[in-house]
């Protein structure tokens, strides 16, 4: 029997949803006051300081009406003579259809007919020494190995790479089908060539090490943009050991002096140095170097950052 009539357990009932309601909606709003009300406009005390706990992009103070306001600083135009590149692969088209051919930071080359290179200076070439008839040829450090599809396909990237290990470390890869070999010997250059399922090579070139922007990039710092002086940063081959990263350490401070050379990864595998424009080449060509690029300039630009 029921200990109450059912009109006054309705009521009872509509009671109790109505305080189950309230109370949701008192917890929700302070909820929202404790994210950005009374605390300061988004922001709440937190140990005397102050953090903001909520964004509105349509808030005075936000960024986008900032950018609304104000606009970013002009770069300045670089000097003429900077780039190692003269005045060549400032662009580089990408053909719709790569495939049979390598794509590189110079665009994409055949190695059995590397069209494009004769633009490149020769000062950031390195001459073939073992050459096939239509498949290139190799010279001695770091080359380039591009591999049959059938063959990668039955062996798969890890078996070639294990088959590549007798002549050099594979220090990377490159579409289409490309290996990246460093520290292949003069006397191991005709047996590399000769392998079956090597379809093409060439030798990975210094200009392939230099990014294209280098000398060219313009800077907010007007004084920078003048200088014939660049600030660069030059990175040492994946994988380098303690032994190989004190000598490219040393291959580097021989070219750009003790003094202009710093260490800008904080574990030795990539230097900052300050050297002349004509030198980024000369570095460039040093064996234990894998790449050289400017050190950009920071500018904050997010005015809530």
């Known amino acids: 029997m029921s200990r109450f009539p059912r009109p006054r357990l309705a009521a009872v009932l509509a009671c109790l949803s109505l305080v189950i309601v309230a109370t949701l909606l008192v917890g929700i709003a302070t909820s929202l006051a404790g994210r950005g009300g009374a605390a300061g406009d988004g922001d709440e005390a937190a140990g005397g300081r102050r953090l903001r706990t909520s964004f509105d992009p349509f808030d005075p ?7 609304q306001r104000n606009r970013l600083p002009y770069g300045h135009a670089r000097i003429d003579g900077l780039s190692p590149f003269g005045a060549q692969f400032k662009s580089v088209d990408l053909p719709g259809n790569r495939r049979g051919k390598l794509l590189t930071s110079l665009g994409v080359i055949d190695p059995r007919n590397p069209r494009g290179l004769e633009m490149l200076p020769a000062s950031l070439r390195r001459p073939t020494v073992t050459k096939r008839p239509g498949r290139g040829g190799l010279a001695p450090g ?38 990246i070999l460093r520290g292949v010997g003069r006397k191991q250059l005709d047996a590399l060539a000769d392998l079956p399922y090597v379809e093409a090579m060439m030798p990975y070139h210094d200009g392939f090490k230099i990014d294209r922007g280098l000398g060219r990039a313009p800077f907010i710092q007007e004084k920078r943009a003048r200088e014939r002086e660049l600030e660069i940063m030059i990175a040492s081959w994946p994988g380098a050991r303690s032994d190989e990263i004190a000598r490219f350490r040393e291959e580097v401070e021989s070219v750009a002096g003790r003094d202009a050379v710093g260490d800008f990864a904080g574990d030795g595998t990539v230097l900052q140095a300050k050297v002349p424009a004509g030198r980024v080449p000369v570095i460039a060509r040093l064996d234990t170097v894998s790449a050289i690029q400017e050190i950009p300039e920071m500018l904050l630009y997010n005015s809530e950052g």
Not at 143 to 169: D, K, Y
């Open 61 to 67: 103070s936000s960024s986008y009406f900032y950018f």
């Open 142 to 179: 770091a080359n380039i190995v591009q591999i049959e599809a059938v063959a990668l396909r039955r062996h798969g990237p890890a078996g070639i790479e294990r088959e590549l290990s007798a002549f050099g470390r594979v220090v990377g890869t490159m579409e289409d089908r490309g290996f």
